[in-house]
């Protein structure tokens, strides 16, 4: 999975020491369907029109000592860029932060009043992080990624003509890494304009402009390899991916298609070395643009919020429910009073359609949602027990630390021996005092208790352990081992392989499909 590295490196790169190589096989003699777009003859008109409305973003902040520094690239032994690299990074590294930097300072420059000191001082110093940007409107708003400035107490932006301007952050956004910020100048400002992300294709030609290293103002041309790649950086991942050449300090660069539109912004890349190997990520236009209008208007991301939270559909969890296909989000929780709650969306429901748009996976909810215009009423298709149905949702606006806890269910003292359940290795127990002070159950949770999971049965192959709570089962709430094998019966009786059962583990909600065997 990429992740970010430090402050300073204004990438997310793989540190996985070894890589799997994939190869594909090519149809020979197949009919050719459709013809390619000829290739460019070059990009040099489109580079010219569209470099100067490229910047380098330079931010600055306080750090400790025993911080971490990023890396150089990885060279070859005797490669000659190794000492082009070290002698660029020795060069810059005594310049002071405010001469005029050109694009060519280097992403672990340091304060110059603290570059004699020991390696071990443990005194504070300055250290100087570099990205790329873009402006977007003639009277100097600029767009990066929001961890190119993310804790900086000082940002300069360094036009094509070496101009070194002091900005302002306007607002941004952590959950999709954007940031919008503001220069002043007494003339307006070469700017670029949004394309529709949308209609990219993949094999579409498409331009990277950044600031690699501290380079500034390079080029590099690719093709779009994927659309709607999930790199686990966020609940939004909807990324573009590319492989134009995008290294450290090309975060927050734009890429263009051919018609000189934004279609996306550079955020990451995917690396065993910190450089490129043909696996560069952008966020897509179409995502950005929203926030970006947000940040301009409110220096915040107002997003839409339904107020559930949600696991994946899985052939098990399907076949339980009776659903045909594992399109859809599984409801695992509901947020009390949240709208979701308000509309009558229930724990266990499947959401197949929000707003008119179909859900095949999971992951899409989260987005459309949040794109939704806050107080704006919605259909929303879910299923429950067996039927599709549709309610009617108010979306609200996302709280800062939005939770989405599961309403308890009270039931009466159920009997207090325990209960082997037949064909499935579970044995469990109605809740009582001592059993919650063993298993440090909070009052509130309600259910059956798991007493003992026998080693490779089905519920171990699930993921239950001692402990976990059983909620529900077949999404019909449950207080007592009679109530649980009553459902396991009634599924056997209509051919069930499985049963769905809510679970509270220790770390929190989830929906564990058991197979129910033979009684």
Known sequence: MPVRNGTA?????????????????????APCLTAAHPAPDGFADLAARLLPAVVNVSSSEIARADSETPETPVFPPGSPFQQFFNDFMNRHR????????????????????????????????????????????????????????????????????????????????DRTDLAVLRVTTNHKLPAVSFGDSDRARVGDWVLAIGNPFGLGGSVTAGIVSARGRDIQQGPYDDFIQTD??????????????????????????????????GLGFAIPSSEARIVIDQLIRYGRARRGWLGVRIQQVTPDIAESLGLHGEDGALVAGVTANGPADRAGIKSGDVILDFAGQKLHEMRTLPRVVAETPIASRVPVDIWRSGHQQTVQVMVAEMPEDAASP????????????????????????ALTPELRHKFRLDASVSGVVVTAVAAGSAASDRGLHVGDVIVSVQQQSVGSPAEVQKQLTAARTH?????????????????????????
Do not use: C, Y
Not at 131 to 153: C, Y
């Open 9 to 29: 490196t204004m990438v997310a790169v793989m540190r996985s020491p070894t890589f799997p190589v994939l190869f594909a096989a090519l149809a020979i003699g």
């Open 94 to 173: 005594n310049r002071s932060p405010d001469q005029p930097q050109g694009g060519t300072d280097n992403p672990d420059q340091t304060d110059p009043d603290q570059s004699e000191a020991a390696p071990n001082d443990a005194q504070p110093h300055r250290v100087q992080s570099l990205g790329s940007g873009f402006i977007i409107d003639p009277s100097g708003i600029i767009v990066t990624n929001n961890h190119v400035i993310d804790g900086a107490d000082e940002i300069s932006v360094v036009l094509q003509d070496n101009t070194t301007l002091k900005a302002k952050v306007i607002g941004h956004d």
């Open 244 to 277: 134009a050449a995008i290294n450290r300090g090309n975060s927050g660069g734009p890429l263009f298609n051919m018609a000189g539109e934004v279609i996306g912004i550079n955020t990451a890349i995917l690396s065993p070395s910190g450089g490129s190997i």
């Open 406 to 429: 599961t309403p308890a269910v009270a039931h009466a003292p159920p009997p207090r021996t325990a209960v082997e359940l037949a064909g499935t290795g579970l044995s469990i127990a």
């Open 495 to 519: 051919d069930r392989k499985s049963v769905l059962l809510l679970v509270q583990a220790r770390d929190g909600m989830r929906w564990v499909p058991l197979p129910v065997g033979r009684s």
